[in-house]
């Protein structure tokens, strides 16, 4: 499962980026909003820190505006994913983005139904908020299960990845896995969560006191 990053502050961007376990960023319109920054300026920094794909949403909401404003952020770098919402407009412009070999990520996906005609219209990505249906009493999990099991009908047809959105919790990325989603897009505070477990921190701690008795170093 690839692990993108769900954020536009791109101190944490870099920060994690170290690790080595980043495969790509999401964006939308609400984290450009809550960087405060210039929507290029971040864009374009985003893409130079990580290599992979790096989503960044339209704001139009008609198919040929849809289209211009891909083919201006596809300009930023040659990793930009243009991201459309599941709207019949946005299904429009992702098959005419796609024509044109630009990656495309159909966002706010919250049905199998909704899937499905995001395959059809030739997404790179298809982005289910689990979250959000979570907090309205929805399975989103139930959700992803179900698009997997329906893409995996048709290998040689569907080749749109199952991104997992709106992501709250290490368990998310947990099932998601376990179900074989291709991405899970984590924000950054639960990427962080995923490597804690006490019996680590006391393990280790246990471990260096008994090495320290023992006066020796591996590297003299
Ligand atoms: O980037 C889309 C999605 O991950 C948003 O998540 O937390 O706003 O529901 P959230």
Known sequence: MKFFIDTADIDEIRELAVTGLLDGVTTNPSLIAKSGRPLFDVLGEICEAVEGPVSAEVT??????????????AQIAKNITVKVPLTWDGLRACRALRAESIQVNITLCFTSAQAILAAKAGASFVSPFIGRLDDI???????????????RQYP??????????SVRHPLHAVEAAKLGANVITLPPKVLRQMINHPFTDIGLKAFL?????????IIK
């Open 209 to 217: 006191e008994d090495w320290d008795k023992t006066g020796q170093k």
């Open 156 to 165: 040689d047809s569907i080749q749109t990845e199952v991104l997992v959105a």
């Open 60 to 73: 139009a909401t008609n198919v040929e505006s849809m289209i211009a404003e891909g083919h201006k952020l």
């Open 137 to 151: 009493s929805q399975n989103g999990m139930q959700l992803i299960q179900d698009i997997v099991q329906i893409y």
